[in-house]
T-cell receptor
Framework: GAGVSQTPSNKVTEKGKYVELRCDPISGHTALYWYRQSLGQGPEFLIYFQGTGAADDSGLPNDRFFAVRPEGSVSTLKIQRTERGDSAVYLC???????????FGPGTRLTVL | GDSVTQMEGPVTLSEEAFLTINCTYTATGYPSLFWYVQYPGEGLQLLLKATKADDKGSNKGFEATYRKETTSFHLEKGSVQVSDSAVYFCALSVTRIVGRGGSNYKLTFGKGTLLTVNP
């Protein structure tokens, strides 16, 4: 079956611009996570959705970052006024919830010039 | 807070060599432990896991044992192959109560270890 998909695979933008990154989880997965992976580092947690609601957004670095999941399936991570330090690979993962395995998408590589 | 420290790479081995990648953790709570692998050009995949002390996770010839007394979860394989070349991440998850009584099972990762196996 289809895995987690993320679009775009690559995004290049200029400092100060707004970007949206999309995640399509595996069908039926109620839990959705966003992580950010900087060069040479492991993924770091950003936000967790259970259904439509953001159950834990404690990993978002500041108020320029926001994410939604309006129908409990597709999620969009939104970054306002991008900065060069936002450059990273943004990963999405979904699961059936609880301690079930998280399945990761291929990531979106964001480059802020 | 929770953290994972894993052996820095890169690690370069010859085919059929023995592999150990060390991983230790700090957690406020009782974590589940994981090894994830990222093959070139692919996304992160779960390799193996262990959910309680003394459990051994195994998959594709890889093994790791949950050692609570030493807070470790070292990855081992007796005979590596060229196809094992990848980046390996140790990770933990501790159930956190959040918001309106829900729970977060987020993963906390180490920095990753690049393994290259030469023929």
């Amino acid at each position: 079956g289809a895995g987690v998909s993320q679009t775009p695979s690559n995004k290049v933008t200029e400092k100060g611009k707004y970007v949206e990154l999309r995640c399509d989880p595996i069908s039926g997965h109620t839990a959705l996570y966003w992580y950010r992976q900087s060069l040479g580092q492991g993924p770091e947690f950003l936000i967790y959705f259970q259904g439509t609601g953001a159950a834990d957004d404690s990993g978002l670095p500041n108020d320029r970052f926001f994410a939604v999941r309006p129908e409990g399936s597709v999620s969009t991570l939104k970054i306002q006024r991008t900065e060069r330090g936002d450059s990273a690979v943004y990963l999405c993962a979904s699961s059936l919830g609880g301690m079930n395995e998280q399945f990761f998408g291929p990531g979106t590589r964001l480059t802020v010039l | 807070g929770d953290s994972v420290t894993q052996m820095e790479g890169p690690v370069t081995l010859s085919e059929e060599a023995f592999l150990t990648i060390n991983c230790t953790y700090t957690a406020t709570g009782y974590p589940s432990l994981f090894w994830y692998v990222q093959y070139p050009g692919e996304g992160l995949q779960l390799l193996l896991k262990a959910t309680k002390a003394d459990d051994k996770g195994s998959n594709k010839g890889f093994e790791a044992t949950y050692r609570k007394e030493t807070t470790s979860f070292h990855l081992e394989k007796g005979s590596v192959q060229v196809s094992d070349s990848a980046v390996y991440f140790c990770a933990l998850s501790v159930t956190r109560i959040v918001g309106r009584g829900g729970s977060n099972y987020k993963l906390t990762f180490g920095k990753g270890t690049l393994l290259t196996v030469n023929p």
